[in-house]
């Protein structure tokens, strides 16, 4: 049998791919995952004998402060990614295993990326979340609400506009609230709504975003509980006036019929690891466009509930874990007692300048080049007053030289390194990991320091980013931005946090500048307001928030038999 690696694209020969693992594997019912966290049986929202949802009634203040909070990220990865979920999954049955009761918390996998290059994201091998098949397609719901709750906006600003007796005097050109699907699909990115004469509305420029990239998913991830969810509901940014004021969500009178839609939404999803260790999977925002982790709710749900949760935040340590603390924990109140990075070879290679159809052969010249990647994630962690720790995912094609030369840098570095394989081995695999991080865990003197101070000015805020996790030279804005930062003062908006649209392949905002950059300038081309969810997006490159599909979709390997069994879903 000849298979892929599924989290990162590591050929291997005679192994199980990642679904036959998981249809092979036996799974609990889930009253007794949630049995064993000490939750009532009773108070579960079933989807079926696996999946469930759990009322908010369970989050604990008390508990969520007191138990440790692990924060998995990652190198700058390549296309494929570097297995940082399957890490995340890896490290809690490790913790699991050395006597630690350990939740794993992630966020939802959108349609768009399993149907198109990367697959699904429920982790791999032996280190991965159940039911895979339904998490990674329908799952609960949750997207679909979403998808409902933004568009609903949509319809109401349409309808408004087109209204005689009930007209706010929205002036559609200032409309930026678009339509949302979760699917990659290119020809959606630009359109014109209203078209067919009056009854049909009135004619503007518009367009489609994935649902992933939604204001909704990223306030729905901010939310505390009903209430914040109506309130930042309600001061969603819809446009301005003729007579140029402005017009929230609230001024519509949607935020009540979104919340409604959002009601089951907003309870965190219970499923189980391959190992039994309870997952709590819910929210999916993108971490190229907004804060890119699982929800608040999610996140202190699980704290509530175990004494360890490992959390991840996506792409690299320069987007997702930035967000995760600049914007998430200060919301939120809370702070990660240890991080781990997630390193290749293959991606420290690639960073070197191997392409990827080479990164399975041994180079260690390549590997030195590229290794500057790993050093700055690693001093941008230490920007926190972070303790590190570097987890490296080991490839079949690894050599032990290559391996070791990655442990000899971050050891020059002061930082703890293990290199982990959880995909063959699950939990197992991630025992010395595991120690490692509860060593850090329980003793590590973190401080939790933010990057800048909320009430600095936009430019400010944005310049420290550039400068300091990045490493720009400097800061560039187009006419555009300039217009938009005007627009963030007049509202009184300037006291957010920034939340950067950038791309994730590389630490610059140019994914052709690999490894670590220098001498760059960053270029602000506009800015977004996401005042429901309560922070500002600079966009800087050519940022697609509505992908396309690759030349060979992973959809056209996915089928369904005549039993319901699905097969090709990675």
């Known amino acids: 049998m000849f298979t892929i690696y599924r989290n990162n694209l590591n050929f291997l020969c005679d192994m199980k791919t990642d679904i036959e693992i998981a249809h092979e594997a036996k799974m609990k019912p889930i009253a007794e995952i949630a049995g064993n966290l000490g939750i009532d049986p009773d108070d579960l929202i079933l989807y079926g004998k696996y999946k469930a949802k759990i009322p908010l009634k369970y ?13 998995v990220s990652a190198i700058s990865p390549t296309p494929a990614g570097e297995g940082k979920t399957t890490v995340s999954i890896g490290l809690a049955q490790g913790l699991n295993r050395i006597g630690k009761p350990t939740t794993v918390v992630l966020r939802e996998p959108s ?72 699917m990659n699909d290119r020809s959606l990115r630009h359109i014109i709504v209203g078209l067919g004469g009056t009854a049909n509305g009135v004619p503007r420029e518009s367009g489609f975003d994935i649902t992933a990239a939604s204001e909704v998913m990223a306030i729905l991830c901010l939310a505390e509980n009903i209430d914040d969810l109506k309130r930042r509901l309600g001061n969603i940014f819809v446009g301005y006036t003729y007579d140029k004021k402005p017009v929230y969500a609230r001024d519509l009178k949607a935020e009540g019929a979104m919340a409604a839609l959002l009601r089951d939404a907003i309870m965190p999803n219970l499923v189980q690891t391959i190992e039994g260790t309870p997952a709590i999977i819910h929210g999916g925002p993108f971490a190229n466009i907004a804060q890119g982790t699982n929800s608040v709710l999610a996140t202190k749900m699980g704290l509530s509930l175990s004494k360890y949760v490992v959390t991840e935040a996506g792409f690299g340590f320069d987007l997702g ?46 590997l030195k080049r590229g290794v500057a990647n790993l050093q700055k994630h690693i001093e941008n962690m230490k920007l926190f007053g972070i303790c590190p720790v570097v987890a490296i995912n080991r490839f079949t094609s690894d050599t032990n030289e290559e391996i070791d030369y990655v442990k000899s840098v971050c050891q020059e570095m002061n930082v703890q390194v293990s290199d982990v394989d959880v995909w063959s081995k699950g939990g197992e695999g991630a025992i010395e990991l595991a120690k490692i991080v509860n060593t850090i865990a329980m003793n590590c003197p973190y401080q939790h320091k933010t990057l800048y101070d909320w009430n600095w000015t936009p430019e400010a805020k944005v310049e420290t980013l550039a400068k300091k996790i990045y490493g720009a030279e400097a800061v560039d804005y187009t006419a555009q931005a300039k217009e938009d930062l005007k627009k963030v003062y007049s509202l009184g908006l300037d006291k957010l946090p920034i939340c950067v649209a950038k791309t994730q392949k590389s630490l610059s905002d140019n994914p052709d500048l690999l490894g670590r950059p220098k001498d760059f300038v960053v ?48």
């Open 321 to 366: 874990a930035e967000k995760f603390i600049d914007i998430k924990c200060q919301y939120a109140g809370l702070k990660p007692s240890a991080v781990v990075l997630v390193a290749t070879v293959r991606a420290l290679k690639y960073h070197g300048g191997k392409s990827i159809k080479e990164l399975t052969q041994p180079d260690v010249e390549a």
């Open 59 to 71: 989050i604990d203040k008390e508990k969520y402060e007191q138990n440790k909070l692990i924060l």
């Open 111 to 182: 349609l768009g990326p399993v149907f198109g290059i990367k697959g699904g994201a429920t982790g791999g091998g032996y280190s991965q979340v159940l039911p895979m098949e339904d998490i990674n397609l329908h799952f609960t719901g949750d997207f679909n609400a979403v998808e409902r709750a933004h568009n609903l906006l949509a319809a109401l600003i349409d309808n408004n506009v087109q209204s005689k007796k009930r007209s706010l005097g929205i002036d559609p050109r200032t409309v930026k609230w678009r339509r949302v699907m979760d």
């Open 523 to 570: 270029t602000v081309r506009e800015i977004e307001i996401a005042a429901g969810a309560g922070f500002v997006i600079p966009i800087t490159g050519q940022i697609m928030r509505m992908p396309g599909l690759p030349d060979e979709p992973a959809a056209e390997r996915i089928d369904v038999d005549s039993n319901g069994v699905i097969t090709g879903l990675f």
